[in-house]
Structures are given as C-alpha cells and as structure tokens.
C-alpha cells in the first residue's frame, strides 16, 4: 500500500501563492497518473488538477485553470500543486492521489485557507 502525505498549506491572503507537496512511498508512484483534490467543508472532494506519468500533459478544472500548475518529481515520488492568484473560494483541504480509480487510501491532506 502507498502511503502519501501532503504538506505546505497554510492561511494566505487573496491573491498570494501557495506550493503543496505530495510525498509518496514506493517506487510504484511513478507509474500511475495522479492528481490534486480538494474538498471544501460541505462539499465533495473534487479533482482539480492532473497529470499523466511522463508529465507531459496535464489537466484541470476549470475553476483553477490558468491558476494552478501541478508537477510531478518521479525520482522523489513528489507531486506538486503550485497555486497563484488565490481566491477564497480555494479554500479547502488538499488531497493527493492516483488520477484513476482504484485510489489508494488518502492521506490527511493539507489545509489551505485563503482570508484576508
């Protein structure tokens, strides 16, 4: 089993930048598209951004778009979500995990609060 955990969240002003990052164990990783989820209090996790194994191509909903760049590191096992031009309704917490079902269990996810 994968374990992943998340970090570089915190509380930041409308406008700033965040950079998440999403450490997984095992070599496995890098064989799997993955993706950044986010889940707001209230609402469903929904993915926000993804991207294929090489790297090369990724994609995001559109509430992000043009916002948010995910990346990913294969020889370290790290994805990570760089956020810019942040809007209070970024506010959520922040999941990392395969882009496809099945997924693999989730990690405790990192806060992003964006408040003045």
């Known amino acids: 089993q994968v374990h992943l955990v998340e970090s570089g969240g915190g509380l930041v002003q409308p406008g700033g930048s965040l950079r998440l990052s999403c450490a997984a164990s095992?070599?496995?990783?890098?064989?799997?598209?993955m993706g950044w989820y986010r889940q707001a209090p209230g609402k469903q996790r929904e993915l926000v951004a993804a991207?294929?194994?090489?790297?090369?191509?990724?994609n995001y909903a559109d509430s992000v778009k043009g916002r948010f760049t995910i990346s990913r590191d294969n020889a370290k096992n790290t994805v990570y979500l760089q956020m810019n031009t942040l809007k209070p309704e970024d506010t959520a917490v922040y999941y990392c995990n395969k882009r496809f079902a099945p997924v693999w269990a989730w990690g405790q996810g990192t806060q992003v609060t964006v408040s003045s």
């Open positions: 991207i294929t194994v090489s790297g090369g191509s990724t």
């Open positions: 095992g070599s496995i990783f890098s064989i799997y598209p």
